[in-house]
């Protein structure tokens, strides 16, 4: 698991509190900066791209690529949008905090992420709905990545 530096140790706390330190590792990183710890079947990106512009995002999409061989995974966790971003509502009215407390944050269309996983080599496969206004997008990741 790639954290801040400063949330490793609380990380660290709850993964030992569930049992799960055999399985789950910590790694102090910047996921903005990378690189991500290369060797993984699966990349997770939780809450995050709604943070970014468009650029910044392909950047992101790109360090998970690389973290990752041919057929690796990427789940992307956020509140995707349809294409005129006016549904659903929830994810829509999102737009406007992200944009509040972040210089370039916005919500997303899946349809506009899709032209991101396809110029960092990755593949999209599906969308699913989690709780709420949230769904996970997910990728292949492919040899031309």
Known sequence: ?????????????RIQAAGLQSRVRT??????QGPYPAGHDVVLIANLIHYFAPGQNRRL????????????????????????????????????????????????????????LGRTGWRFLEQQPLAGPIS??????TSAG
């Not at 954290?3 to 140790?9: D, G, L, M, Q, Y």
């Not at 509140?79 to 916005?106: I, N, R, Y």
């Open 1 to 13: 698991m790639l954290e801040r530096a400063e949330v490793v140790p609380l990380a660290q706390r």
């Open 27 to 32: 790694v102090a990183g910047d996921a903005v």
């Open 61 to 116: 999409l790109g360090l998970a690529r690389a973290a990752v061989s041919e057929g690796g995974r990427l789940l992307l966790v956020d509140f995707w949008t349809d294409p005129t971003h006016t549904s659903p509502a929830p994810a829509a009215l999102m737009a406007g905090e992200f944009a509040v407390l972040q210089e370039h944050g916005d919500t997303y269309s899946a349809e506009e992420v899709r032209d991101w």
């Open 136 to 141: 996970v997008l997910v990728a292949e990741a």
